[in-house]
């Protein structure tokens, strides 16, 4: 049967007015991704000996730690690993609370009532609504940003309001400018430093003065912190629990999927407020049943050995150099975060003598259907565009060519910005 005769079915009068209820399925919109990946299996099929260099993969190009790949293969073979995992192992959270104090200075976070694991940061992000939000509160987002809370937040009859991350206020939200009668009717403020997509690192006195306003207007802070331990050049990894009262207003999220390249393995932390940590846990029951605990060993290795987040920086830092480098050679300014592996630069206007540029998405379509090279647009605040340095590449000598084609193929373009 068609999806078409599905739709003139009752099955089509009965889905949530969340998903679009009896449109559901109707809507034309092609969405940024779906664009991007269009684009690419275009280029392909019109160059196919043509090299499509990817600088939009917003994920780890490597393999975990073999460590890490060893512990999961022993786990995995203990029969006592088998089952059920529930809110998590004990081994698990201790050693979180310890790596909280190792690689981020955070002292006095007792693991058995303001730590629990989460299956990856996503499904804590998706849960965590449902611990405060009821219908008409309010989600403060920042934009450009990962919208998980936010859509969650509607999906509970709660509204989102958007707080745009600027160039002029180095990427970070200007508090003092949410309107009061916002802030009153808030329940949770989202945060995530160092940020994607702009690179954006948070300074601890950011963080202190969040505390201050959430204290202020009685609201939750979410910081989203997958990319905290993931900083260059002397910048020490800073997390938002540091900040003096931070406890007292909210919870950080971490996950080994970026700091130790175990994307696909689902595995992360919730750590603050023993309260939200207690409520969050009772969703989280009634959601899942606990990641595998062999995955939660093998990630107790990794937390233990922050050295190999150390190198995976260092290889970050370095690609970060030479993609700078090269773009700003080109005609782009392009300056080099100070955390994660996504660089934000502002997109061209147009072509010196040739056709231009309505937005980024316009720029990013033309960069994959030209020069076979893609890249993913943000016009939320401002025309951007997000370089991932995650790009497939063995080795410093093969980094070294990638960046020399990509310079090579933009060569011969004159960008107006």
Not at 55 to 72: N, R, S, T, W, Y
Not at 349 to 355: A, N, P, S, T, Y
């Amino acid at each position: 049967m068609s999806v078409e005769r599905y739709q003139t079915t009752f099955i089509q009068q009965q889905f949530a007015s969340r998903i679009g209820g009896p449109n559901y399925g109707k809507d034309t919109n092609i969405y940024k991704f779906e664009k991007i990946k269009r684009a690419k299996a275009a280029a392909k099929l019109a160059f196919p000996d043509v090299e499509l260099i990817d600088l939009g993969v917003g994920e780890p190009d490597e393999m975990a730690d073999a460590g890490i790949v060893a512990k999961l293969a022993e786990e995995a073979a203990k029969p006592e690993n088998r089952g059920y995992a529930d809110n998590g192992i004990a081994e698990f959270k201790e050693v979180a609370a310890k790596y909280l104090k190792a690689v981020f200075a955070v002292d006095g976070i007792d693991p058995n009532t303001e730590i629990v694991h989460s299956i990856g940061s996503k499904p804590a992000l998706a849960m965590l609504p449902s611990v405060f939000i009821n219908p008409g509160d309010v989600t403060i987002l920042t934009v450009p940003g990962y919208p998980v809370l936010g859509t969650h937040t509607k999906y509970l009859g709660g509204e989102v309001y958007n707080v745009q991350l600027t160039k002029e206020n180095n990427f970070l939200p200007d508090l003092d400018a949410i309107p009061v009668e916002i802030a009153q009717r808030a329940k949770l403020l989202y945060l995530n430093y160092p940020n994607n997509p702009t690179g954006a690192a948070a300074t601890a006195q950011f963080f202190e003065e969040a505390v201050a306003w959430a204290k202020k207007f009685n609201v939750v802070v979410v910081h989203d912190a997958p990319y905290a331990a993931l900083t260059f050049d002397g910048v020490k990894p800073l997390s938002f629990l540091s900040a003096p009262g931070a406890k007292d207003v909210g919870v950080e999220l971490h996950s080994l999927s970026k700091s130790y390249n175990m994307t696909g393995w689902r595995i992360g932390f919730i750590a603050g407020n023993p309260l939200i940590i207690k409520a969050f846990s009772d969703v989280k029951d009634n959601n899942d049943s606990g990641q595998f605990i062999a995955i939660q060993k093998a990630a107790i290795y990794g937390l233990e050995h922050p050295e190999i987040t150390e190198a995976i920086s260092e290889k970050y830092s370095r690609r970060h150099n030479m993609l700078v480098g090269a773009l700003n050679e080109i005609g782009f300014h392009a300056e080099k975060p100070k955390g994660s592996f996504f660089l934000y630069v502002e997109a061209p206007k147009g072509i010196k003598g040739g056709q231009r540029f309505e937005c980024a998405e316009h720029f990013s379509q033309y960069l994959i259907r030209e020069k076979l090279i893609s890249i993913v647009p943000w016009n939320d605040a401002g025309n951007f565009i997000r370089f991932s340095v995650t790009f497939i590449a063995q080795g410093e000598a093969e980094e070294l060519r990638v960046i020399d084609e990509i310079k090579h193929r933009l060569s011969d373009v004159e960008f107006e910005f």
